[in-house]
């Protein structure tokens, strides 16, 4: 009896202790933190991810049964289903070597949007790590989320830096970012990283300045330099420019605004150890650089992305502040003439532009009641104005180009400006807390929020008559009234009411953006894959075709390809066919894709021709002898190729198509 007693007090102790530890964690700036690992642990486990690789069920016709849990898979989303996705495949079966010697004559993958390499940059490339330890399909998961995940620990705990203990602010805003329409339309390594990698590199540098301890300082600029080093090698130019300078900005502001509070020799010391660390960091790019010069000479000297020089000016003002309609971009194919995709014409819901004018009102009361400016905020008010200057007004390009804007096209500067809204909202919330001017008399307020409301329902009707089915007018109405409202609520000083609404805004502009897949059978255990692997053992020949969706799959399964994804040109294979005017087509990053002559009566000559900018193929008799000279071995196709050179290897039928597999008779 006595045990049983004890026994039972013992478990009631327990169960109070648990219950207090919950209670606390509650409380905790820990609880989100928290709740967003159990989610990335379970839906690891699960295998669950929102690639869009489900539309090969769709291609073949089969059924996609329980797999998709939820939305549907989007075509426009191919830089991931159709490349980065199969890439990452490829490298499963290349054993994560840093060459995949089947792309073409062999391809560096540190180059490829992250994919993962057995090499030293994947030190600096976290999301990766797990395919050195999970199975392939539970690390491909956790990679897919750790980019969420990553996304709203960096702006949660940004913002908690600046609004200390407000953590339901800090929530809002770091789910907002997370569901904004250029951030789910756009998910991939090269967007999300720099906006992530940025906001972990300016909260480590406030860190480092409130530090007394050495030791302390130390650690945080080696963690410093750690993140410099994973942001110079996202090796996507026009988007890390963007964000640096919004994040630059941030930074430059903090550290004057803390110069007084700091002692010159401390403040001097600590701004050596940044340097450090960029140094550092600068070393490693430098080493990735030199140890891959001919890749790199390769692809900047390429047509695209090669050596930009954007002029400033002649961007659409449509295309930057239309965002807040970005819930109708699922329905952009009926719109008449509105241009680009819906990963193109995605966008932020921006407020910054707005927020100007109440920002200036704020530095002039600040300045009147001799009470400190906010540099931060300054200097981020002055980036934005600067980045207008450079989308809309054609001069001041040598200016542009001291910042390396000339090397950002206008459509990826978007990132900054979506960086600036979260940082710039914060800053202000802070600063207007303490306003106490008379413009934030109601009347001063309504008066805006109308001349902001006027501007929003000019844009959108605007858009609604130009851009016949990509917005009705009562939609568009209601979206002007809607964001209008956020900004009357954060003047209003009701921040939790306005990030709400902003909140919600976001969430249903992208919640049916991408799906939620379990497993990747449309990719590893189709017929096709299956047929590619069992065919290919043994063999050292190349595959090729002149499907578009299969032109990765030779690769994908562990069998190299002449056709493709080519990340830099291999001028060694192209140059013995193309002619001097295919110069620009075949020097570029492209998909590369054969077009087979069906006539065995007729003979074509080689022709290279540009489909689109990123796609170009090549006219071309089964026989010729390019391909034996290539190791050209196996050709899988839609249509049956009728010519004595090949013969029928493999059938695979589907309800939607038929693909075949030939191999090439030797001479």
């Not at 952009?332 to 241009?339: D, I, K, S, V």
């Not at 309504?446 to 990509?470: A, E, R, W």
């Not at 071309?620 to 190791?631: H, Y």
Request: proline share 5%; charged share 15%; net charge positive.
């Amino acid at each position: 009896m006595k045990r049983h007693m004890s026994i039972s007090k013992l478990t009631h102790k327990t169960t109070n202790k648990l219950a207090g530890s919950v209670k606390k964690l509650a409380k905790s700036i820990w609880l989100l933190p928290v709740i967003a690992t159990v989610v990335l642990i379970a839906l690891t486990t699960f295998k669950v991810h929102g690639s869009s690789l489900g539309i090969y069920d769709y291609y073949f016709g089969k059924d996609i049964g329980r797999a998709l849990i939820i939305n549907s898979p989007q075509t426009i989303r191919s830089d991931e289903w159709l490349v980065v996705t199969q890439m990452t495949a490829a490298q499963a079966h290349n054993n994560y070597q840093l060459e995949n010697g089947n792309i073409g004559h062999g391809q560096d993958m540190s180059t490829v949007s992250g994919v993962p390499t057995k090499e030293w940059t994947t030190l600096f490339r976290f999301e990766n790590w797990a395919f050195f330890i999970l199975p392939f399909e539970h690390a491909f998961a956790f990679k897919w989320w750790v980019f969420s995940y990553l996304l709203v620990l960096s702006v949660y705990f940004f913002v908690l830096l600046v609004l200390r203990k407000r953590r339901l602010i800090a929530t809002l805003l770091a789910l907002t970012l997370l569901f904004s329409p250029f951030v789910q339309w756009w998910y991939q390594f090269i967007t999300l990283a720099p906006i992530y990698l940025g906001f972990f590199i300016a909260i480590n540098v406030v860190y480092l300045f409130r530090q007394n301890s050495r030791l302390q300082q130390y650690l945080l600029a080696l963690s410093l330099a750690y993140l410099l080093t994973s942001y110079a090698l996202i090796i996507y130019p026009p988007f890390q420019i963007a964000v640096m300078l919004a994040i630059g900005a941030f930074i430059v502001g903090h550290l004057i605004n803390i110069r007084s509070e700091v002692p010159k020799s401390v403040f001097i010391r600590k701004l050596v150890l940044v340097g450090g660390a960029a140094v550092i960091a600068s070393s490693f790019a430098l080493l990735f650089v030199t140890t891959r010069s001919d890749v790199v000479h390769a692809i900047t000297n390429t047509a695209y992305p090669g050596k930009r020089n954007i002029e400033s000016g002649g961007a659409s003002p449509v295309r930057l502040f239309s965002g807040f309609l970005n819930m109708q971009l699922e329905d952009l194919q009926r719109a008449t003439h509105f241009g680009l995709n819906q990963s193109e014409n995605s966008n932020f819901i921006l407020l910054a532009p707005f927020l100007v004018v109440p920002c200036i009102v704020l530095f002039a009361y600040q300045h009147k009641k001799k009470r400190s400016i906010d540099w931060a905020l300054v200097l981020i008010n002055v980036l934005l104005i600067f980045l207008l200057v450079r989308l809309f007004i054609p001069f001041f390009d040598p200016l542009f180009e001291l910042v390396l804007l000339n090397k950002v096209p206008h459509p990826r500067l978007v990132i900054a400006f979506g960086a600036l809204t979260i940082i710039q909202l914060v800053l202000f919330v802070k600063a207007f807390a303490n306003y106490q001017g008379r413009y934030v008399q109601r009347k001063y307020i309504i008066i805006y929020s109308l001349l902001c409301l006027t501007v929003n329902l000019v844009l959108s009707q605007y858009i609604s008559h130009t851009f016949p089915g990509y917005i009705g007018t009562p939609k568009a109405i209601i979206l002007s009234i809607v964001v209008t409202s956020i900004i009357y609520l954060l003047l209003r000083k009701k921040t939790l009411p306005a990030l709400c609404i902003l909140f919600a805004l976001s969430f249903l502009s992208t919640n049916n953006v991408n799906p939620l897949y379990s497993g990747m059978n449309p990719l590893l255990n189709n017929e096709v894959s299956q047929s590619i692997r069992h065919i290919g053992i043994g063999s050292d020949k190349h595959w090729a075709t002149d499907s578009i969706h299969l032109m990765n799959f030779p690769s994908m399964n562990g069998e190299p390809s002449l056709t493709g994804t080519y990340y830099y040109p291999q001028f060694d294979i192209w140059n013995a066919i193309a002619r001097q005017e295919d110069k620009d087509t075949i020097n570029r990053y492209a998909h590369v894709l054969l077009d087979f002559d069906r006539d065995p009566t007729t003979s074509v000559p080689i022709d290279v021709k540009k489909v689109q900018d990123d796609l170009f193929t090549i006219k071309i008799e089964p026989c010729d002898k390019f391909l034996k000279d290539s190791n050209v071995g196996y050709i899988i196709v839609e249509e049956p190729l009728p010519d004595p050179c090949v013969v029928l290897v493999d059938t695979v039928v589907y309800p939607n198509r038929t693909i075949y597999i030939y191999r090439t008779l030797e001479p």
